[in-house]
């Protein structure tokens, strides 16, 4: 069915190295693979989208791969920086017209100084 | 602020009451969304509307919840009869055209059943 899953629900990094976050999708039509940042109390925010034509995009430290074939697309930030704590959430489109977004469960990320 | 709007933004109501929720996307958005969102997770679809017409419900929500969206601008999300369980954060969001645009979220309306 359709589903996106991600993991890890937690991640705690020291300042300075890099994040990982993974996510797996069911729907083999999904053609778009935004990312969302949400701090405490806030909106979920787009930080970088990929789609299905291309494999990795970058924008500065935060860069996306995809991997059509296995169906996983990952989150990639470099440098962390406390600001970049927060959750984060994948999403793909899935139905029959490929226009409903599903996101992922979240990972709350922390920054030790 | 040209952004996704929503309101209330807080509302407590009692057990059985019904509450409604109001979105207005950024004006020239043609799609339109609602989630729900827990404490600790991701947002859950509700529906979506292209322009006026709704074009997908999730199978999870009850007939308790309608949404419309009359004019294919502002949407209402009604919830009757509510739960303690409804207690969320209902979030709107908006985009426009077709997939892979992205799409806008609101502040979010937070629903308290007591």
């Known amino acids: 069915g359709e589903n996106v899953e991600q993991h890890p629900s937690t991640l705690s990094v020291q300042e300075g190295d890099s994040a990982v976050i993974k996510c797996t999708y069911s729907d083999s039509a999904s053609n778009y693979f935004p990312w969302y940042k949400q701090e405490l109390g806030k909106r979920p925010q787009l930080i970088i989208d990929?789609?299905?034509?291309?494999g990795e995009k970058k924008d500065q430290r935060i860069a996306v791969t995809l991997n059509k074939t296995a169906k996983h697309f990952s989150l990639h930030i470099t440098e962390t920086q406390p600001e970049d704590s927060a959750v984060y959430f994948c999403?793909?489109?899935?139905?029959?017209?490929?226009?409903?977004?599903?996101f992922g469960s979240g990972t709350r990320l922390s920054i030790r100084p | 602020d040209t952004g996704v709007s929503q309101d209330p933004r807080h509302k407590i109501t009692k057990r059985g009451q019904n509450v409604t929720f109001r979105c207005d996307p950024i004006?020239?958005?043609?799609?339109l969304y609602w989630y729900r969102q827990t404490l600790g997770q991701g947002p859950e679809f509700l529906t979506y509307f292209q322009n006026e017409a709704q074009l997908e419900k999730s199978r999870l929500l009850s007939d308790r919840f309608s949404a419309e969206r009359p004019k294919g601008s502002f949407s209402t999300l009604e919830i009757q009869r509510t739960e303690q369980g409804d207690s969320a954060m209902y979030l709107c969001?908006?985009?426009?055209?077709?997939?892979?645009?992205?799409?806008?979220f609101g502040e979010g309306s937070w629903l308290t059943v007591v």
């Open positions: 004006s020239e958005h043609n799609r």
């Open positions: 990929i789609r299905s034509n291309v």
């Open positions: 999403a793909a489109p899935t139905g029959s017209s490929a226009s409903k977004i599903i």
């Open positions: 969001a908006s985009s426009l055209g077709q997939t892979g645009n992205t799409i806008y």
